[in-house]
């Protein structure tokens, strides 16, 4: 199981937060930007208009085939955990149809999580040692 | 629907691996709009 960590989700100065399961994938590399990629259910609930978002250029997949992404616009993310606190940070939401909420290599970073066994699915904050590793939170998947 | 059509939903609906170097002009844009949403937010401090 790759690394799932909780997350809440709001628009800078926007009432509504959101929380969710967001996977980590360091294969999700666009540019040096934090990007985060929403379901549109979560989309939606910030107020988002997806099908009015422009398209961002240039991205494609593994494969080299370009994928249409919606650019939604910037919101505000932290790591939610019981036993600490954390930061809020700013991050790019795009949309792709695809119904789970997914962390980019830079907003990875950003948010200072640190996949240490992605196999098993346990990860640190970058501010912690090897001792007491955290485990993985429930994927979720927004069908 | 043609099958390649087909596929390529399916690789829409479900590729996690994204990649891709955005033009400049949409980085400074993208970089503009984080910037001003600091404005906006109501701050950085932990929660």
């Known amino acids: 199981m790759p690394v799932w960590v909780r997350v809440a989700i709001r628009r800078p100065g926007g009432s509504e937060e959101v929380a969710a399961s967001a996977k980590v994938n360091t294969g999700f590399t666009i540019g040096p930007l934090p990007f985060v990629r929403l379901p549109r259910a979560l989309a939606e609930r910030l107020g988002f208009d997806v099908e009015g978002s422009p398209l961002l250029p240039g991205i494609a997949d593994a494969a080299g085939r370009s994928l249409p992404v919606r650019q939604l616009g910037p919101v505000e993310i932290r790591i939610v955990v019981p036993d600490k606190e954390t930061s809020w940070t700013r991050a790019i939401a795009i949309y792709t149809g695809a119904p789970s909420v997914l962390l980019n290599d830079v907003l990875t970073e950003e948010l200072r999580v640190v996949p240490e066994r992605p196999a098993s699915g346990l990860w640190r904050f970058s501010d912690e040692g090897l001792e007491g590793l955290r485990r993985s939170a429930e994927p979720e998947y927004y069908r | ?47």
């Open chain 2, 1 to 47: 629907m043609p099958e390649e059509a087909r596929e390529r939903e399916e690789i829409r609906f479900y590729a996690d691996t994204m990649e891709g170097e955005l033009p400049p002009e949409v980085v400074e844009e993208l970089k503009k709009l984080l910037e001003e949403s600091r404005d906006a937010g109501v701050g950085e401090g932990g929660h």
